[in-house]
């Protein structure tokens, strides 16, 4: 049993550039999130989709785009890199609010992005 | 909009002694569900403890238990009996139970070091 893949695990980028992070899920979760985290800051919320079809804004929204491509995958995509994003990526997911739910969350095992 | 602070940033405790991690959180909400996520060095999430806002009984999982006070927006999560194990970020977590768009946010953590 995946759980939730993310990829790639590791990317260096030159500022400017663009790139998007993948995620998918194999539980047949409603609910999908991307964070990042940084030292001294926690986990913020990026963007999240609550269910097929939608997405919404969290914490710490600028700069970044998503995607929730079917129930499965939720991308997160930077335009435009700066060395700010520099940061580890985590997605997550939740049952979500259509079965009996009590939040939890499943992560990915996180992706370390360098911005130079 | 929700929020929620952990005041210490790292704290130290000798292997099996008791410490309690503080959280407290902010919400105009009457049912939400609360968590206590731990991290260790290989950056995997792990759920210790959850707890739902509308039952009185604060939550215990072996020797982890928590310290729900309501009224005073306070979510302490208390570590028995320390083991070396234990060492990890501690993340306090909370998620509306009351609308449907199924945000999740963070507080910044609790670095917690088992002293030998």
């Known amino acids: 049993n995946a759980g939730v893949t993310q990829t790639p695990k590791f990317q260096v980028l030159k500022t400017g550039q663009s790139m998007t992070l993948q995620c998918a899920q194999d539980m047949n979760h409603n609910s999908m999130y991307w964070y990042r985290q940084d030292p001294g800051m926690g986990l913020r919320l990026i963007y999240y989709s609550a269910s097929e079809g939608t997405t919404d804004k969290g914490e710490v929204p600028n700069g970044y785009n998503v995607s929730r491509l079917n129930k499965r995958e939720f991308s997160l995509r930077l335009e435009s890199a700066a060395p700010s994003q520099t940061s580890v990526y985590f997605c997550a997911s939740s049952v979500g609010w259509e079965a009996p739910n009590t939040g939890e969350l499943f992560f990915g095992e996180g992706s370390r992005l360098t911005v130079l | 909009a929700q929020t929620v602070t952990q005041s210490q940033p790292e704290m130290s405790v000798q292997e099996a002694e008791t410490v309690t991690l503080s959280c407290t959180y902010d919400t105009s909400e009457s049912d939400y569900y609360l968590f206590w996520y731990k991290q260790p060095p290989s950056r995997q999430m792990i759920l210790v403890i959850r707890?739902?806002?509308?039952?009185?009984q604060n939550a215990t999982e072996n020797r982890f238990s928590v310290n729900f006070q309501k009224a005073a927006k306070s979510f302490s999560l208390k570590i028995s009996d320390s083991q070396l194990g234990d060492a990890a970020m501690y993340f306090c977590a909370y998620r509306s139970a009351m609308n449907r768009d199924d945000k999740i946010i963070f507080g910044k953590g609790t670095r917690l070091h088992i002293l030998p």
């Open positions: 707890q739902e806002a509308y039952k009185q």
